[in-house]
């Protein structure tokens, strides 16, 4: 397997690439993120040759067939795109590769939009929206960049772009390298969810709790308490780490208050369900899947492992 274009996957990435796109300035001024250095020719060759075991895995057994469920990052480094062997070995052992949603499906994008402009709009007082445009700038994005996207998605968008102060960006997480190589193989792509689903998950239905999670959003962003969790979640992600991704919210600085647990609940546990009922109806079907969602969906009394076993799957660590 060798990721061939490394691309932008999480939900809110593309949805801004497809809004106009967030474009560097052209002459960064120094308190921007520092840029990543791209691997050469050579440098991919050796972190495709020596790509760790990374992330989290389980084989799921049932009615004789096995399939496999891995807990992605959606932020990464150059060499993450590189599989290790479990990932390869579960690659070549299945058939279906399962994403939360295939955004490489035309129509799922199109399903983004539709989802997004259906969502409530909501009305920033003149404090917020000034403080929002604070923070786009200080990610050193032009000022009309996420003028498309909802207020919501936008402040989630900001806090992923965090994540290139930790030298971690979404270009290399490793959904769509997966993607890419299915196609390329012969395999199909599919999605776990619908594009109402994860933007109804995203954005609150009610204007007030969509207000109170961009006011968390920005706290968060302003106190500077997003990279600190966007790295200790990289280095549990990277070195296997369940007790810790299982500690999440005990150490993560966004589950203070109700809304916040509220939020992490809808974003988290509550999509657990159906994306169990979904992989168990593909399993049903004959196929031999790769689930790859992000890691947190494997954690807690929701997580996917635990509700999958409650449906008399065998689920077995694929140790790091």
Not at 119 to 131: D, G, I, Q, S, V
Not at 136 to 158: E, F, I, K, R
Not at 294 to 310: D, I, N, S
Request: with cysteine; aromatic share 4%.
């Amino acid at each position: 397997m060798h990721p061939r274009h490394p691309l932008i996957i999480l939900t809110a990435l593309c949805l801004l690439l497809l809004a106009g796109g967030a474009r560097a300035q052209a002459a960064a001024p120094p308190a921007c993120p520092p840029a990543i250095k791209q691997l050469d020719e050579s440098e991919a060759a050796t972190a495709q040759a020596r790509a760790p075991n990374l992330g989290l895995m389980w084989r799921a057994s049932r009615d004789g067939r096995t399939s496999y469920l891995f807990g992605t990052l959606h932020v990464g480094k150059p060499e993450w795109l590189y599989p290790g062997p479990a990932l390869r070995a579960a690659f070549e052992a299945t058939d279906t590769l399962a994403l939360e949603l295939d955004v490489t499906d035309p129509q799922v994008l199109q399903g983004l939009r539709e989802a997004m402009a259906a969502m409530p709009a909501l009305a920033l007082k003149p404090a917020m929206r000034k403080r929002l445009e604070q923070q786009v700038s200080a990610a050193c994005l032009p000022a009309q960049a996420l003028a498309g996207l909802h207020p919501v998605m936008q402040v989630v968008t900001l806090t992923l772009l965090a994540a290139r102060w930790e030298q971690l960006d979404a270009r290399f997480g490793q959904e769509m390298a997966l993607a890419e190589q299915a196609r390329a193989h012969g395999k199909a792509v599919v999605s776990l969810e619908t594009a109402r689903d994860q933007m109804q998950a995203l954005i609150p239905s009610d204007a007030a709790a969509g207000l109170a999670m961009m006011e968390d959003a920005l706290e968060q962003l302003e106190s500077n308490t997003v990279r600190p969790m966007l790295r200790r979640m990289a280095r549990g992600w990277s070195e296997g780490d369940l007790a810790d991704l299982q500690a999440f919210e005990s150490w993560c600085q966004c589950a203070r208050t109700p809304a916040e647990r509220a939020a992490l609940r809808r974003l988290n546990d509550e999509r657990n369900p159906a994306m169990a009922e979904r992989f168990e109806a593909l399993h049903a079907q004959g196929k031999q899947v790769l689930v790859a969602v992000g890691a947190l969906h494997m954690t807690g009394a929701q997580g996917l492992p635990r509700l999958l076993a409650q449906r008399g799957f065998q689920l077995e660590r694929v140790a790091p």
